[in-house]
C-alpha cells in the first residue's frame, strides 16, 4: 500500500481486514521507498519477479506522483502484471483515464465523507477476497 496520509492507510488496512482479507499489507508513505522495495535496489524489479503483488496506490504522494510510480511499474517486465488498484481523492476523468491507459486495475476515488471511505474500501477488501493475482515472469 502506497498511501501518504496515516488515516487513510488504517482505514484502508482496516476495512480490508474486516472483508476476510489477512495476507500481509506493507505501508510505504512515499514512491521512493515502495519503488525500493518493488524494483530492488539495482532498479530491475527482479527482486519481485515471483512474489505475488496487488499494488493499492495514491496519486497524490509527498516525493513523486502515483502517475510516475504507475508507469515504472507498469513498463517492467517483472512487475508488469501485478494488478495496480488506485485509491486516490483525484476524480478528474482525464486522470482516471490516464491511469487505465498506463495499466491500472481498478480507479476508485476516495469519497470525501468516512463512511463512504469505509464502505467503499470495504466493498474492495470482499473484491480482494476472491481475486486471483497472476504469477509474475
Not at 23 to 37: D, H, K, R, V
Request: include cysteine; charge should be negative; charged fraction near 25%.
Amino acid at each position: 500500500m502506497i498511501e501518504d496520509d496515516e488515516g487513510h492507510a488504517r482505514l484502508i488496512e482496516k476495512n480490508i481486514r474486516r472483508a476476510g482479507v489477512n495476507n500481509e499489507i506493507l505501508p510505504f508513505t512515499n514512491g521512493t521507498e515502495a519503488l525500493a522495495y518493488l524494483l530492488g535496489e539495482d532498479g530491475s524489479g527482479e527482486v519481485s519477479a515471483r512474489r505475488q503483488l496487488l499494488i493499492l496506490l495514491d496519486l497524490n504522494l509527498p516525493d513523486m506522483t502515483g502517475i510516475d510510480i504507475l508507469e515504472k511499474l507498469k513498463s517492467n517486465q517483472h512487475t508488469r502484471r501485478s494488478p495496480v488498484v488506485v485509491l486516490t481523492t483525484t476524480d478528474d476523468a482525464r486522470e482516471i483515464q490516464r491511469c487505465y491507459d498506463l495499466g491500472a486495475n481498478v480507479y476508485i476515488t476516495k469519497p470525501v465523507n468516512y463512511e463512504g471511505f469505509a464502505n467503499a474500501i470495504r466493498q474492495l477488501g470482499l473484491f480482494f477476497a476472491v481475486m486471483q493475482v497472476p504469477e509474475t515472469d
